[in-house]
């Protein structure tokens, strides 16, 4: 597909918000996309409903009902950003790249799936029992949608998630676990004045975590502890009763889940603050991205079809999360950064390298060639 033409199909889905809460937007982006592979002809498209507070996911397949794929390709058609910012920024070229919420993470994927398959050949496209999956919550560590991921991903020989590449062009075969925890304090309030040694404050037994926290960060072994959100009490001469605290945990080791997770009981266990009372909820966790011998050969794939187009192919280990964390946690041979050359993910800056899209898009209808072959 011509860039030009790319551009023109991703122009409406940069110019629509579709946060992760924002079930309404993110059911625009599912119902351009079913317009879209209905046009195309030869599809069967799928809507699953997930929870309430998300909308909805696609599942789109060259075959009815089928119960094995050759291969599964992945994209999110969620976004990290609030409504009202697609109005705000919306879809831009200046010179040699595009700019727009979500133009990189992922709609740009989402698209080059899209436009690679409505250039597939037939009579390769026959050989092969292909899926689409696009869930609707990845940016919220696909609470909702993981059981049917993964679901959907056991029936595939392999797993092709179509995030940007990386910006020097490499594709990605590991990423970082992650998990995300919701840390509650539950105090005591007194008059900071009249008796402030009644009270109990949450707020200082959650500034003692932070600190204990921070001393378990191994940064030369890939495990951060980021205390990056907090908030707590209710005025300045209030003891206060209440803090919670976000905690983001990042490792290469799946191990050191476990290991974080019995320290974060161990904590609760025996608050720094007596009368103070600690709750910890997990509200997403992922595994790390592992390699095993299926997708080292997934990768030799991938660099055959790369050295057919004249594309050279680098892999990039990187510490942000994907679903194919999950998927490669069970055992499925899985790549990433299928998607075009994208950067600035979660900012203003995000931005999609327009001479990009054409090699990116050859890339992925040969691997898909490879595959049938």
Same mark, same amino acid.
């Given at each position: 597909?011509?860039?030009?033409?790319?551009?023109?199909?991703?122009?409406?889905?940069?110019?629509?918000?579709?946060?992760?809460?924002?079930?309404?937007?993110?059911?625009?982006?599912?119902?351009?996309?079913?317009?879209?592979?209905?046009?195309?002809?030869?599809?069967?498209?799928?809507?699953?409903?997930?929870?309430?507070?998300?909308?909805?996911?696609?599942?789109?397949?060259?075959?009815?009902?089928?119960?094995?794929?050759?291969?599964?390709?992945?994209?999110?058609?969620?976004?990290?950003?609030?409504?009202?910012?697609?109005?705000? *920024?919306?879809?831009?070229?200046?010179?040699?790249?595009?700019?727009?919420?979500?133009?990189?993470?992922?709609?740009?994927?989402?698209?080059?799936?899209?436009?690679?398959?409505?250039?597939?050949?037939?009579?390769?496209?026959?050989?092969?029992?292909?899926?689409?999956?696009?869930?609707?919550?990845?940016?919220?560590?696909?609470?909702?949608?993981?059981?049917?991921?993964?679901?959907?991903?056991?029936?595939?020989? *392999?797993?092709?998630?179509?995030?940007?590449?990386?910006?020097?062009?490499?594709?990605?075969?590991?990423?970082?676990?992650?998990?995300?925890?919701?840390?509650?304090?539950?105090?005591?309030?007194?008059?900071?004045?009249?008796?402030?040694?009644?009270?109990?404050?949450?707020?200082?037994?959650?500034?003692?975590?932070?600190?204990?926290?921070?001393?378990?960060?191994?940064?030369?072994?890939?495990?951060?502890?980021?205390?990056?959100?907090?908030?707590?009490?209710?005025?300045?001469?209030?003891?206060?009763?209440?803090?919670?605290?976000?905690?983001?945990?990042?490792?290469?080791?799946?191990?050191?889940?476990?290991?974080?997770?019995?320290?974060?009981?161990?904590?609760?266990?025996?608050?720094?603050?007596?009368?103070?009372?600690?709750?910890?909820?997990?509200?997403?966790?992922?595994?790390?991205?592992?390699?095993?011998?299926?997708?080292?050969?997934?990768?030799?794939?991938?660099?055959?079809?790369?050295?057919?187009?004249?594309?050279?192919?680098?892999?990039?280990?990187?510490?942000?999360?994907?679903?194919?964390?999950?998927?490669?946690?069970?055992?499925?041979?899985?790549?990433?950064?299928?998607?075009?050359?994208?950067?600035?993910?979660?900012?203003?800056?995000?931005?999609?390298?327009?001479?990009?899209?054409?090699?990116?898009?050859?890339?992925?209808?040969?691997?898909?060639?490879?595959?049938?072959?």
């Amino acid at each position: 597909m011509k860039k030009e033409t790319f551009l023109e199909h991703l122009k409406p889905f940069i110019n629509t918000d579709c946060g992760s809460y924002q079930p309404a937007g993110v059911g625009k982006i599912a119902d351009m996309l079913t317009e879209k592979y209905t046009a195309l002809g030869g599809w069967h498209i799928k809507r699953q409903h997930l929870h309430d507070e998300v909308g909805p996911g696609l599942l789109i397949t060259n075959r009815e009902n089928p119960d094995h794929y050759d291969v599964l390709l992945v994209g999110h058609i969620d976004t990290v950003f609030p409504e009202g910012t697609a109005a705000a *920024r919306p879809f831009k070229v200046e010179g040699d790249r595009a700019y727009g919420p979500g133009v990189a993470d992922m709609k740009n994927g989402v698209i080059a799936i899209y436009a690679a398959l409505s250039e597939l050949d037939p009579a390769v496209r026959d050989k092969l029992s292909i899926g689409i999956l696009h869930n609707p919550d990845e940016e919220i560590g696909s609470i909702h949608s993981d059981p049917w991921l993964l679901a959907e991903a056991k029936k595939a020989d *392999r797993v092709l998630v179509c995030e940007s590449a990386r910006a020097d062009g490499s594709l990605v075969n590991r990423r970082k676990g992650n998990a995300t925890f919701i840390i509650t304090y539950h105090g005591v309030a007194s008059h900071a004045g009249n008796d402030p040694e009644k009270g109990r404050s949450a707020v200082l037994e959650m500034a003692h975590w932070t600190v204990e926290l921070a001393k378990h960060n191994d940064y030369a072994n890939g495990t951060s502890l980021n205390v990056g959100q907090v908030k707590g009490g209710s005025a300045s001469n209030v003891v206060p009763d209440s803090a919670e605290a976000v905690l983001d945990l990042r490792f290469w080791d799946n191990s050191k889940y476990d290991e974080i997770r019995a320290l974060l009981d161990r904590l609760a266990a025996k608050p720094f603050v007596d009368g103070v009372r600690v709750e910890i909820r997990v509200k997403s966790q992922k595994p790390a991205m592992v390699m095993n011998e299926g997708t080292e050969q997934l990768m030799q794939l991938v660099e055959k079809a790369g050295k057919k187009i004249g594309l050279p192919i680098t892999w990039q280990a990187v510490g942000g999360g994907s679903d194919a964390n999950t998927t490669s946690a069970h055992g499925i041979p899985s790549l990433d950064g299928f998607g075009p050359i994208g950067a600035g993910f979660h900012s203003e800056k995000e931005y999609l390298e327009i001479e990009s899209i054409e090699p990116r898009v050859a890339l992925l209808k040969a691997v898909l060639e490879e595959i049938a072959s």
